[in-house]
Structure formats: C-alpha cells, structure tokens
C-alpha cells in the first residue's frame, strides 16, 4: 500500500487562487520531505527540500514567496502555490525518504494542478 | 554534482520483445543508482536500485539492470514485455554518502508496447 498519501490529485483553479497541497508520510516518520515539479514529457525537477523544524531549502530558481513550504509536523508537509497563474500549471510531487540515508524515496501520488 | 543521461526519449516495442532503456551516469563520487516507473498522471514507483554488491539487480515486474562502473551505466532490460509495462521510465541517481538523500533524475524514457 501507499507509504506516502498526496492529496488532491487534482485541482482546477482561477488564477490568483492560493492552493495548498499536502503530503503525509502513512506509518513512518518524515524529518525531511523533497517537493518536485514535473512538465508534461519531462522528468522531475526538484523544487524544494522540506525540513521538520527549520525553513525549507529552496532550489535556484524556485520562488520562496512564490512556493511556501511548511514542514508542520513528522508526517506532513504543504506545499502552497501563492496567487496561482497559468504558468504555474505542472504536475507537483512530493516524496519522503525511508529513514535511512541514501535508500529509495517514497513518492506521493502526484497533483494535478491547472489554472484557468 | 551527478547527472544521469536517459539516450531514449521514446521506445516503441512489440508485444513479447525484450527490451532495453539506457540509462548513463555521471559523477565524481561513488553512486546509488535507481529505475523508477511513472504511469499516467500518478507518482513514482520503485522497478529496482542498486546499492552495492551484485552488479546484476533484479527488481518487480521480471525488470533487471546491470551496473557497469567502467561504462558508467545503469541500462534497464526485461525479456518479454506486456502491454501493461507501457509507461515513464526514470533513472535516477544518488551520491554516495548524501545525507540529503537528493536524487538526480534522467529525463525519462517512454515506453510503448505494441500488440
């Protein structure tokens, strides 16, 4: 079964609607969480890195204001897309690490998120 | 810094063929190398990694990948494909000894199977 539960899968929107995503790691703890980007027929583009207790690491590129990511507790993470445009229309994944250094991450089920 | 090269943006395959999707890597430290399986509009799953030992990695759906250090690859095979392997096929990288744990992804491989 799932590890990571992403959640909506899907979302449709105005533009200039703020919305959030959530990723929870199911029967394990997450310290840290990793939100990625993916355009259609293109591979995933790390985006952030979400930290438990400290500010989230951005990668170059990635609007902080833009992105908000809040790590709130061992299990989850948002990622909230400010004052959305079309632009920022993408499929978003988020994943966790099994806990042991370099081991397969778990990776959510993705969100669609499109706006009009 | 690590880089994986995916040379196949698209491989159409028949029913029953095997197939290979070539993965190459780059980097100046060792590596933990994974494949990764997307279907459509979902996350990623986990075919098989190669962490240490065995060259030779078996992982789910009768895939297997051999790791060659001298040619830096980390090509993806299966003998006999179904329809159902048509999918986003991702190799992904990972430094040796990267608390970060932050994968290096190749820019995937489409797979078709043709009946």
């Known amino acids: 079964g799932a590890v990571v539960s992403q959640h909506p899968s899907r979302v449709i929107c105005k533009s200039g609607t703020s919305v959030k995503i959530e990723c929870r790691s199911l029967?394990?703890?997450?310290?840290?969480m990793f939100w990625y980007r993916q355009f259609p027929k293109q591979s995933l583009m790390l985006m952030a890195t979400s930290n438990e207790g400290s500010k989230a690491t951005y990668e170059q590129g990635v609007e902080k204001d833009k992105f908000l990511i809040n790590h709130a507790s061992l299990t989850l993470s948002t990622l909230t897309v400010t004052s959305a445009h079309p632009e920022d229309s993408s499929f978003y994944i988020c994943s966790a690490p099994a806990g042991v250094t370099n081991q397969p991450q778990h990776f959510g089920d993705g969100t669609r998120l499109s706006i009009l | 810094a690590q880089s994986v090269t995916q040379l196949d943006s698209q491989v159409p395959v028949f029913e029953e063929a095997p197939v290979e999707l070539r993965c190459n890597y780059s980097s100046s430290v060792s590596v933990y190398l994974f494949w990764y399986v997307q279907y459509p509009n979902q996350g990623l799953q986990l075919l098989l990694k190669y962490l240490s030992g065995s060259t030779l990695v078996k992982g789910i759906n009768g895939f297997e990948a051999e790791f060659n250090k001298s040619q830096t690859s980390f090509h993806l095979r299966k003998p006999s494909v179904h329809i159902s392997d048509t999918a986003e096929y991702f190799c992904?990288?990972?430094?040796?000894?990267?608390?970060?744990?932050?994968?290096?992804f190749g820019t995937g491989t489409s797979l078709t199977v043709i009946p």
């Open positions: 992904a990288v990972s430094a040796f000894g990267n608390t970060g744990n932050q994968f290096y």
């Open positions: 029967d394990f703890q997450a310290t840290t």
